[in-house]
């Protein structure tokens, strides 16, 4: 999957900062249609990590640590505060990932990425929804297996995310839903106490599935 341009990050991040900006000015309304304040989704999520990190071994060094790309489950809880203010609460199960050296597997680590995202839905009452979102991703990093345990990772790793997507409506109830995400997840590597390089995993997150609203 190809990367998004710079431009198009920036674009993305900028119409995040403003909606959220103007979501606190947004009056308290009622429910959207009677729908109820609560939705749920169910997501096939798609993450795209970054493929940057320091050399090991300092400045000169060729050899950097990549982690794989794959495919998780997602549920998603939202509450609508307002028609246009809500709150998304990013779920998954626990994930292990491949970590490679200049593209030998070296070894895995497992990760729980909760996020948590204040979204602004520009048009809550159509049957086309879109929404942007920015907030913070928790992600604790356990189990690691490197190079026969000599290096080791983080426990916790936070940074902001940026979220753009849209609901589909289906029926009263039901929607269709396609959402992007941008996470920042980072972490030193160590062997023993000693640190030998930086990682930059910061995914795109590419997400599909549906949702239901009570």
Known sequence: MNKLSLRTRFTCSAIAACAMLGAFATPALAAD???????????????????????????GASNRI????????????TYFFTPHFAAELVLT???????????NKIGTFKH????????YHL?????FRPYIGAGLNFTRIYGENIANDTLQLDSWS????????????????????????KMWLQSDVKAGNVKVSHVSLDPWVFSMGVGYRF
């Open 112 to 119: 729980l990425p909760p996020t948590l995202l204040f979204q």
């Open 93 to 103: 199960v626990p994930q292990k990932q491949n970590v490679y050296l200049d593209g």
């Open 33 to 59: 249609d009677g729908q109820g304040n609560w939705m749920v989704r169910l997501r096939g999520t798609y993450l795209d990590m970054s493929k940057s990190s320091d050399p090991v071994g300092g400045v």
């Open 66 to 77: 990549t982690v794989n790309n794959k495919w998780i489950p997602e549920l998603d809880v």
């Open 123 to 127: 048009i809550p009452n159509g049957t």
């Open 158 to 181: 936070v940074g902001p995310a940026l979220q753009i997507g849209m609901d589909y409506k289906l029926t009263r109830n039901w929607f269709l839903n396609a959402d992007i995400k």
